[in-house]
């Protein structure tokens, strides 16, 4: 049980800082021109099969689960990242065995309560939305991802903390092969909406179960706790705390990301919604290798902060910062230039007016992502109210923004309102990051250690 804890704990992590942050962000980052590359394709043949109204469709799908599913969701990845690691420091095994278990089994019920919800919500929410008749039964089927990938974040998060960014690697490589083999033969069979939702239904399956297979052999989980000390709903009360700010900070932060296609969906139609999926989407081009070295840093924040190095700490999120805005600035231009060539080529010339909204949107992403490794610091080192606070400012103003502006505008409304709710959050979080990367081990980190526990 747990025979490779000791592998994983900081002492015996060996290779520079850097490179080993280098080395994990690569594995996390590797599968980028795979998986990006295998996304374009199906993301071309799902637009070619379904055209705006259905690609609408399923982002209103998802958005509709993501937000329910955010209500009961306590976001344990979190809790993974920081507060295993911190007992892995600590070579406390026994805290590491009660967290897993406790993170594991939030997980699963509050999946089935959220799927419950989405079955109920089925029946009304498609004609607040201008869905088609008949499309509920699809919302329904579609909610099953939300049971089958209830353990895929917190199992993602120990596969970090274990030092396993390859097996996530292969696990993302797997996952984009397999799901292009079914889109192609969806797309020559020029199958439908139905066909493309219980694709993505058996998919989540299938990731679900890899990851947690994963996960269960990186942390050497066998038969967790057989005779426990304690309920496996009994944790300590910096772990209640740090957990409810960071249920308050991920619902806020699921709310911001997909407020913008609700509205849409109820505010104007179907087709509008699709237009701003194809520009959402190629946005996220930039989230995937900026998550890879987000991902890789968390778990060496952490291991710092608690080890009391904070120089390095600061050495460390001062070079990945600049090395980002540096990227972003190459990528954005890029964009700038070729976004019309790379609608028409991936999506078809029925995306066409996604250029405008893509452009906004890359403003925002620019905004977001390249002060990221310095954001994501308060998270990290066991500090989540900045982040939660941070979230709510971005989302009343990204709110207020969409109820003036799409009305008037459309999908751009909707791109402006993003961009203007990023800009306010960074605006909200960066002073306190900046105070808590200055922290010196005798005073700010001595308090913060104290607090969490």
């Keep these: 049980m747990f025979k490779g804890l000791q592998r994983v704990s900081f002492a015996r992590l060996k290779g520079t800082l850097t490179g080993r942050v280098l080395v994990n962000a690569g594995w996390a ?16 043949m799902m637009a070619r099969m379904l055209g705006p109204g259905g690609m609408g469709t399923i982002a209103l799908f998802v958005a509709t689960c993501a937000i329910v599913s955010s ?19 600590e070579c406390d095994t026994a805290q590491v065995r009660h967290l897993i278990r406790y993170c594991y089994r939030i997980d699963v019920l509050s999946s089935i309560l959220s799927f419950a919800i989405v079955t109920i919500l089925s029946l009304v929410i498609p004609q607040y939305l201008n869905l088609s008749p008949g499309q509920e039964n699809l919302q329904i089927i579609y909610g099953l991802t939300l049971i089958f990938q209830s353990c895929y974040s917190t199992s993602l998060a120990l596969l970090r903390v274990a030092d396993k960014f390859s097996w996530a690697f292969y696990q993302s490589v797997i996952h984009s092969l397999i799901k292009l083999a ?29 990851i947690y297979l994963l996960a269960k052999k990186a942390m050497n989980i066998s038969k967790i706790d057989v005779r426990p000390k304690r309920m496996w709903w009994q ?10 700010i960071g249920y308050g900070s ?35 081009l930039f ?19 608690f080890n009391g190095e904070v120089r390095q700490l600061k050495t460390l999120v001062l070079r990945f910062t600049f090395a980002l805005i540096s990227i972003f600035g190459v990528l954005a231009a890029i964009m700038f230039v070729f976004g019309d060539l790379i609608i028409q080529i991936i ?7 996604a250029k405008k909204p893509l452009l906004i949107m890359i403003l925002a992403s620019m905004v977001g992502l390249a002060t990221s490794p310095l954001n994501s610091l308060q998270i990290a080192t066991g500090k989540a109210w900045p ?30 309102a993003k961009l203007g709710g990023i800009v306010v959050a960074v605006a909200v979080i960066l002073p306190s990051s900046i105070r808590r990367l200055n922290a010196t081990k005798n005073s700010d980190y001595g308090m913060s250690r104290a607090h969490i526990g």
């Excluded at 439908?192 to 989540?204: A, D, N, R």
């Excluded at 944790?235 to 409810?244: D, G, I, M, P």
């Excluded at 982040?387 to 402006?416: C, D, E, F, H, K």
């Design 235 to 244: 944790v300590s009360r910096n772990v209640r705390v740090f957990q409810t």
């Design 29 to 44: 980052s590797g599968a980028t021109p795979i998986t990006v590359g295998l996304g374009i394709i199906q993301t071309g």
């Design 347 to 353: 999506f078809g010339t029925e995306f066409l007016p």
């Design 387 to 416: 982040a939660m606070l941070s979230g709510l400012a971005g989302l009343l103003i990204q709110g207020t923004l969409l109820l003036l502006l799409v009305p008037r505008t459309g999908v751009s409304g909707a791109a402006w």
């Design 71 to 89: 209500l009961f969701k306590l976001n344990n990845a979190q809790i993974a990242l920081v507060y295993v690691t911190k007992a892995l420091t």
């Design 182 to 210: 079914f889109i192609a033969v969806l797309y020559i069979n020029h199958s439908g909406l139905s066909e493309v939702v219980w694709v993505l239904v058996f998919l989540s399956l299938f990731d679900g179960a890899l």
């Design 250 to 284: 991920g619902f806020i932060k699921t709310i911001y990301r997909y407020l913008d296609v609700i509205l849409l969906g109820f505010l104007t139609d179907i087709f509008s919604v699709g237009i701003f999926r194809a520009a959402s989407q190629l946005t996220g």
């Design 287 to 305: 989230d995937i290798p900026t998550q890879a070295l987000v991902t890789s840093l968390t778990p060496e924040y952490s291991r710092l902060w």
